[in-house]
């Protein structure tokens, strides 16, 4: 009885450990290369721009690089902005550029198309917790007013309550 549970008690540890590895981006890996290789990977989030609307996965760490991979499925050139980049350093990768817009910088890709911009938001002062926020930032089409979205972030910060 004594063995159940010590092994109930170490089951539960590595689920726990687990599930924060996946949530927070820590490799947990059962060999040392799995866990070289993906050392230094940075979060992704997948913009998928599909009949006039953004499709959304994934999110991002403040203080962390965060890749944002917009792919245009429509047969249409999309605008990528959001309030997110202001002040923020951006790198574009692959087939989208860079045109100025009334709110600052914006990123165009073509039909069949995808870009990749690179950023980091905020600092990584702090420590992310369970209980840091997974806070929404508006995206934008600034060709077409009606394509929006959101991408998330985990923020350092805490959220006031009012």
Same mark, same amino acid.
């Given at each position: ?27 947990? &890996?059962?060999?040392? &290369? !799995? &866990? ?24 991002? $760490?403040?203080?962390?690089? *965060? !890749? ?22 951006? $790198? ?15 990123? $165009?890709?073509?039909?069949?198309? *995808? ?11 702090? !420590? ?33 309550? $009012?």
């Amino acid at each position: 009885m004594r063995t159940t549970t010590r092994h109930s008690a170490t089951l539960m540890w590595l689920s726990t450990t687990l599930a924060v590895g996946v949530l927070f981006g820590t490799d947990i &890996a059962v060999a040392p &290369a !799995a &866990a070289s290789e993906k050392e230094h990977a940075e979060p992704a989030i997948q913009v998928t721009i599909k009949n006039m609307a953004f499709h959304v996965t994934g999110y991002g $760490r403040e203080g962390t690089q *965060t !890749a944002v991979v917009v792919r245009n499925d429509d047969g249409v050139t999309h605008g990528f902005y959001s309030p997110l980049f202001k002040d923020t350093s951006v $790198r574009l990768e692959g087939d989208g550029y860079q045109v100025g817009g009334k709110e600052g910088l914006a990123y $165009r890709v073509d039909p069949g198309k *995808t870009m990749t911009l690179h950023f980091t938001k905020g600092s990584a002062e702090g !420590a992310l917790t369970m209980m840091s926020p997974l806070v929404p930032h508006v995206i934008e089409c600034d060709m077409h007013p009606d394509v929006k979205g959101e991408v998330f972030i985990i923020e350092r910060r805490s959220v006031s309550r $009012r």
